[in-house]
């Protein structure tokens, strides 16, 4: 357990900011789907002595001298991510997510270029496309999204939208659709437009190693992922490619967007990869698509509108437009009840991203507490409970306390 022993003899203000991190996390269900929790070996790794290095450069094309566990530790998360995912070349410089979608365009297009994407508020990512983002500043951008009827990508309509506009970049992956992607069918459309395929699969990448979601490798030309998520390793990201796009890759990676990469972070994703390797991951991402198929079952039965009407993934996208509560105040809710989610927009949503109709929920971080899916239907009871009352501070006190209770058989790793 962390105890910032360090932090409270120099700091005492931070240190009482991060006990109580501690104790939200520790008392609370992390239901955004985005999150969840780092294993004892990543966080030591995040903050150890390999933050005191800057290695400019690439393993054996330094900028800077005494390199030589720094390479040996760059080399081994780049073996490591190859093998894990079947990539033919690696970059594990990415600072983030959206830095290496950045590095991807900045690399393999010229400013003015066609890029098609997920639509933002149809369950795409800022940068795939959005009008204040670089991606929308720098590229023309073309969108795709989900039927109105169903909730899901209609594949005869991206091609159509393919056709007419013929991008130079396919983007497939999203951050709020709860169904499978059909990569391959994204690569025959780019290559019948002659495009280079993109596939952003940062939600889903632990559910892609382990099996119980399609890959895009080794097929799509690019794909990059972030390394948390469902792949619980650290907040940071990575590039993978075929051959022919590495050099491009890599320079636009370093010198072309970043300095020094941050190696203690590199050697956090060493380790997260090796410990993706392991059996029990497998069963863990099981677990996550069984938590969240729990989850949604539960949400249904008490009268919720799920957009596509399930999930076959990690994530649940629910709107709240019959229940009578926007997201925003959902959201709120919830999180005095011990319970966080993100607010959300829905498909075809008439309201504002700020104060949107839906909330999104995941069950990555709650099952690598050993949660399952009798708490998964637990978990949705609460949830009615709370968006039933929103303004009712003692019955969402009461489910706190309830909240509290069984995350006390769960401990969280790395914190207790």
Known sequence: MQDFVAIK??????????????????????LIPSENYVSSAVLEAMGSILTNKYSEG????????????????????????????????????????????????FGLLSYGD???????????????GLGVNF????????????????????????RQIALQHRPKLVISGATAYPRLFDFEAFKTIADEVGAIAMADISHISGLVVAGVHPSPLPFTDVVTTTTHKTLRGPRSAIIMCKE?????????????????????????????FKEAMKPEFKDYARQIVANAKALADELLACGFDLVSGGTDNH????????????????ETALDKAGLTVNKNSVPYDTRSPFSPSGIRLGTPAATTRGMKEPEMRRVARWIERAISHPSDDARLAAIHDEVREMCAGFPVPGIG
Request: charged share 25%; glycine share 12%; hydrophobic share 35%.
């Open 315 to 330: 994530l649940v996208l629910v709107d709240l437009t019959h229940k009578g509560v926007i997201g925003k105040d959902a």
């Open 114 to 128: 066609t890029i098609m994407g997920m639509r933002l508020d149809q369950g795409g990512h800022l940068t795939h």
């Open 9 to 30: 003899g120099v700091d005492i203000e931070l240190y009482d900011f991060m006990i109580g991190e501690r104790k939200r996390q520790r008392e609370g269900i992390e």
């Open 135 to 158: 991606s929308g500043k720098s590229y023309n951008v073309v969108s795709y999204g989900v039927r109105r009827d169903n909730g899901r990508i209609d594949m005869d309509e991206v």
């Open 244 to 272: 022919q796009y590495a050099k491009d890759i890599d320079r636009a990676v370093f010198p072309g967007l970043q300095g020094g990469p941050h190696d203690h972070t590199t050697a956090a994703k060493a380790i997260a």
């Open 58 to 105: 690439y393993p054996g094309k330094r900028y800077y001298g005494g390199q030589e566990y720094i390479d040996r530790v760059e080399n081994l998360a780049r073996q490591r991510a190859k093998e894990l995912f079947g990539a033919e070349h690696v970059n594990v410089q990415p600072y983030s997510g959206s830095p290496a979608n950045i590095a991807v365009m």
